[in-house]
């Protein structure tokens, strides 16, 4: 199993959130060396800008994994996407966006089983027209898809719950594993 975190920042808030999954690390390792035939290491979470997801998102990348197609050996990709003040997503994930529209990434996301998803949306709802649109347009073209394993969530930087929200998202997440 390897859970693998892109994020995609202009400010730095969703690289704040992909760190603090890290963290989280010894946990999911308590969980799911106890509860599964899996076995968690030290290096079954990554972080990574999603500027480098070629790195990940590819079919050498799943197969390095000794991925079987059974439950215990999926590969997790959680996005942490931010929206930018004019409804754009970050720089970063320009590339991304460019190759998740083509016949041939659809192909391998929708076919690969062990690949699952889920997205966690960075936004102000300040901005009431662009509120959440990066992580929304990614979710909508992943639905297409698949399901994401668990509910994505999104935290609003005008209300100041995202880590609030974030919280809720990784408490998903860890429960999933339990």
Not at 53 to 61: A, H, P, V
Not at 89 to 114: G, H, L, R, V
Request: glycine share 2%.
């Amino acid at each position: 199993m390897k859970i693998i975190v892109l994020y995609a920042t202009q400010t730095g808030t969703s690289e704040y959130l992909a760190e603090n999954l890290l963290e989280e690390q010894d946990n999911l390792s308590q969980i799911i060396n106890t509860n599964n035939t899996n076995t968690f290491t030290n290096n079954t979470i990554e972080i990574s800008s999603i500027d480098n997801f070629e790195n990940y998102l590819s079919e050498e990348y799943i197969s390095q994994q000794h991925v079987d197609n059974t439950d215990n050996n999926n590969v997790y990709f959680l996005f942490i996407v931010s929206t930018v003040s004019d409804g754009c997503c970050p720089y970063s994930m320009d590339d991304f966006i460019d190759w998740i529209k083509t016949e041939s990434a659809k192909n391998f996301i929708k076919n690969t089983k062990s690949l699952q998803y889920s997205i966690f949306g960075v936004g102000n709802s300040l901005y009431v027209k662009t509120y959440q649109k990066a992580s929304r347009d990614l979710k909508e073209i992943l639905l297409e898809l698949k399901e994401p394993f668990i509910s994505c969530e999104e935290g609003d930087q005008a209300e100041v719950n995202v880590d609030e929200q974030f919280n809720v998202w990784k408490s998903n997440l860890l429960n999933y594993f339990k």
